[in-house]
C-alpha cells in the first residue's frame, strides 16, 4: 500500500485531501503540529511534527512514499514559506518521497492573463508572487538535480470543505443567510475557482499515474472559471430564495491598510478579484483522465452546507 504523508492535514486544503486519499484506499499519515486531526479524518493515522524543524518534519514523514505539502501560512505570516519548503525538500530527500504541491495562480502578477496555460510565463508582481515563484524554482533545482520528483498541481481560489479561511467563507457567504451575497470585486468578472473536493480527487489520479510524469511537472486544474452572478444564482437555488447583491467594502482595507497588518496583505493581493482569469490545461485530463469537476450548483449547495448554512429540503433530497 502506498504511503503518504498529509503536511497541514489540519487546514481546509490538507482535510479535504486527506480525506480523497483515505478513500482511495492509500496508508494516509496526517501530519500536524500537534498530532492532532480532526475526527473527520478517521483512518488516518496522526502524527506531530513541526514544518519549521527540519528534523521534526523528517521523522514524521519516515518511511513514506509520497508527501503533499498542504503548509500554508497566514498571509501575515508568510516570511515562513520558504523555510518551509526547504525543510519539505529535506524531508522528501530523506525519505526518497515524491513530492506533491498545490501550485496558485499568484505567480502570474498583474496584469492577469485572462487564460492561463501550463506554458504561461511567470510574472510577479507582488511579494507573494516571488515568493511562490521562488518556492516552484526551489523545486524544480531539486528535481533537476535528481533529487526530488515534484508534481505541482495549480489552482484558484478554493470553496469547499470545513473550516474557514477562504473567500466563500470570509466574504461571498458571509451574509448569506442575512439575505445577502457579497461580491468580492465586479459581480460579471469571470474568477477561477476550485471545488476541494474536485481538487483532492485531482491529486490521487496524479499519485496513482506516476509513470506518466516527469521528475518535475507543473499541471493546471480547470475548476470552475466563473462570474459572482454564477455563483449567486447557484447560492439562490441552494437556499430557495433570493439574495440582495451587495460588494466587499474595499475602501475600507485600503483606508486601513496602513493600520491593519492583514487588511494591507489582502489589498496587495486585490487585483485578482478585478482582472479576469481562468486556468486551462493540455495535459492533465491525457494523464489523469476525466477532470473531476463537480457541477455548480451541486458544489456551491454543498460548499455552504460545509459552513453551516442550511440549504432547501429539496437541494439536500437531491
Not at 462570474?227 to 444564482?233: G, H, P, R, S
Request: proline residues 5%; neutral net charge; glycine residues 10%.
Amino acid at each position: 500500500m502506498i504511503k503518504i504523508a498529509i503536511l497541514g492535514a489540519n487546514g481546509r486544503l490538507g482535510r479535504v485531501v486527506a480525506k480523497a486519499f483515505i478513500a482511495a484506499g492509500f496508508d494516509v499519515r496526517a501530519v500536524t503540529r500537534t498530532g492532532k486531526v480532526p475526527a473527520e479524518l478517521k483512518g488516518a493515522v496522526a502524527v506531530a511534527g513541526d514544518a519549521l524543524d527540519c528534523q521534526s518534519l523528517i521523522r514524521a514523514t519516515e518511511g513514506v512514499d509520497i508527501i503533499f505539502n498542504g503548509l500554508n501560512p497566514i498571509y501575515t505570516d508568510w516570511g515562513k514559506c520558504l523555510p518551509m519548503a526547504e525543510n519539505v525538500m529535506a524531508a522528501c530527500r530523506a525519505n526518497n518521497a515524491l513530492h506533491l504541491f498545490p501550485g496558485t495562480v499568484y505567480n502570474y502578477g498583474s496584469p492577469m492573463p485572462e487564460v492561463i496555460t501550463e506554458e504561461t510565463p511567470f510574472h510577479p508582481t507582488t511579494e507573494k508572487g516571488r515568493i511562490r515563484c521562488a518556492m516552484e524554482e526551489l523545486f524544480r533545482r531539486e528535481a533537476e538535480a535528481g533529487r526530488v520528483r515534484t508534481i505541482v498541481l495549480r489552482a484558484g481560489d478554493f470553496f469547499g470543505g470545513t473550516g474557514s479561511g477562504s473567500w466563500f467563507d470570509l466574504v461571498v457567504a458571509a451574509k448569506m443567510e442575512k439575505g445577502a451575497y457579497t461580491a468580492p470585486g465586479p459581480a460579471g468578472l469571470t474568477h477561477e475557482w476550485a471545488y476541494l473536493p474536485d481538487f483532492a480527487v485531482a491529486f490521487v489520479g496524479l499519485a496513482r499515474n506516476l509513470d506518466k510524469l516527469g521528475s518535475y511537472e507543473a499541471l493546471n486544474f480547470p475548476g470552475h472559471a466563473v462570474t459572482d452572478l454564477d455563483i449567486k444564482a447557484a447560492a439562490e437555488r441552494a437556499l430557495g430564495r433570493k439574495l440582495k447583491l451587495s460588494f466587499m467594502p474595499w475602501w475600507v482595507l485600503r483606508a486601513g491598510s496602513p493600520f491593519v497588518a492583514m487588511w494591507r496583505e489582502i489589498v496587495s493581493m486585490s487585483y485578482l478579484r478585478f482582472q479576469p482569469h481562468r486556468l486551462v490545461s493540455a495535459r492533465l485530463e491525457e494523464v489523469i483522465g476525466e477532470i473531476p469537476h463537480t457541477p455548480l450548483d451541486q458544489a456551491v449547495a454543498e460548499a455552504m452546507q460545509d459552513i453551516g448554512i442550511a440549504v432547501a429540503a429539496s437541494r439536500q433530497a437531491a
